[in-house]
């Protein structure tokens, strides 16, 4: 299939879209038997993995600036979830170099894997960017949508409690419709799993077991844990030396309407209200990612002092 072009900007195609729809559904599974279509995971940029090596980010980043912003897509997506519909060489990242010189890196990851491996994998893969980014790096900004938003939760937990280098980097974290009290969906799918186990009957036990072959990545929503083997009573603490900002949609323009209260934005309910709380009525799930007024609130908070 032809890649798509805007501006010289390649951009993934149908078959990127559904490997990493496969992945999300799959991706463990996909892994355990080294299977080609599982994704590694790595900065993207043109639709191809970025080398982490100094020449390489010097050639992929002519105007590097101290300040970075990272952007970490959800469950069963890519790094297209962050384009503006109809304008693919805009988004939340490009948007934050033109208007606050920010040098975007989007992740690409293989979203059916543990929510806690992929935030090892990922707190890893920032410290080899900032040690090979061709300048020194005076700020970081982390913007997570969804199960992106957990990811980068881990990262710094795991990062903190190393004292990587990084972490010290990291100004604010943006998590976009973030379930960190858990995914209402998952729990549902759970829930049914179990019924269908508990018929006594060949059938429902045989669609039981079909449904119990989602991934770990996606079970892990059913409470938004976000480490291995944790009491899942247990949080992890946010990370302290950061600002964190919670932004969420509803399915209606009224969030008082009784569809707003039971689902949220379709998937995840709103956080309580606060101070680096924002909710966005009418903007549901899925265009948390991609939408002008929630970019606008991201770029004021970033250029606040």
Known sequence: MAEEKNNSVIRPTWGDTAASFLNGCFGDYLSERENGLAIDMAFYRNNLPLELSTAALSAACPLPTGKLCVLVHGLCCHEGAFDFPGNPARSYGSALQYDLGYTPFSLRYNTGLPIAYNGQRLDTLLEHLLAVYPVPVDDLVLIGHSMGGLVL????????????????????????GTPHEGAALERMGHLVTKLLHAV????????GDLANQRSQGIK???YGTLLEGIDFSTSVPWLASAKHYLIAGTVTDDPEHLASRLFGDGLVQPPQAGEHVALFPGVAHMQLAHDEAVYARIKQWCASA
């Open 200 to 207: 006594p009957h060949p059938v429902t036990a045989l669609v």
């Open 220 to 222: 892990d929503l059913r």
């Open 153 to 176: 939760r881990a990262a710094c937990h795991y990062g903190a409690c190393r004292e990587a280098s990084w972490v010290s980097k990291v100004s604010r974290v943006f998590y976009l």
